[in-house]
């Protein structure tokens, strides 16, 4: 199982792969990148799920961790198992409710830094 979630400049998380949100797209790694000026480009496709208030709920939650580096012009990361990359979301788009299923598919920008993933060594003491 793929551990996927964005952890802001201010250390908040937000799970990509755990209820209430979950991605669409599931291949980090592929060739979807596109290559912009300031560096790479990915569209992340999540479901964010939840009943009435419950869903309001978790939309505040995800504007909450995502629009803090795009406000400070930080950058947080996108941790893929046991790798990350520095990343900003610049960009989000919602498209329509999905009023049977309690869930809107709901589109993440992310714009990359230039670099490499970057692998996270554990040392066991």
């Known amino acids: 199982m793929i551990k996927a979630y964005y952890?802001?400049?201010?250390?908040?998380v937000l799970?990509?792969?755990?209820?209430?949100?979950?991605?669409?797209?599931?291949?980090?790694?592929?060739?979807?990148?596109?290559e912009t000026e300031d560096?790479?480009?990915?569209?992340?496709?999540l479901d964010?799920?939840?009943?009435?208030?419950?869903?309001?709920?978790?939309?505040?939650?995800?504007?909450?961790?995502?629009?803090?580096?795009?406000e400070t012009g930080k950058y947080g990361r996108l941790y893929v198992n046991d790798t990350f990359l520095p990343c900003q979301i610049y960009k989000t788009k919602?498209?329509?409710?999905?009023?049977k299923k309690r869930e809107m598919p709901f589109y993440v920008?992310?714009?990359m830094y230039p670099?490499?993933?970057?692998i996270q060594v554990y040392q066991k003491h």
């Open 39 to 45: 560096g790479y480009e990915k569209v992340v496709t």
């Open 48 to 70: 964010v799920f939840g009943k009435r208030m419950e869903f309001v709920q978790n939309m505040e939650t995800l504007y909450r961790i995502i629009s803090v580096d795009a």
């Open 7 to 12: 952890k802001n400049s201010k250390g908040e």
């Open 115 to 118: 670099e490499e993933w970057v």
């Open 109 to 111: 920008f992310c714009i």
């Open 94 to 99: 919602k498209t329509g409710w999905k009023e």
């Open 15 to 34: 799970w990509l792969t755990k209820a209430p949100f979950r991605t669409v797209e599931a291949d980090w790694f592929d060739s979807t990148w596109e």
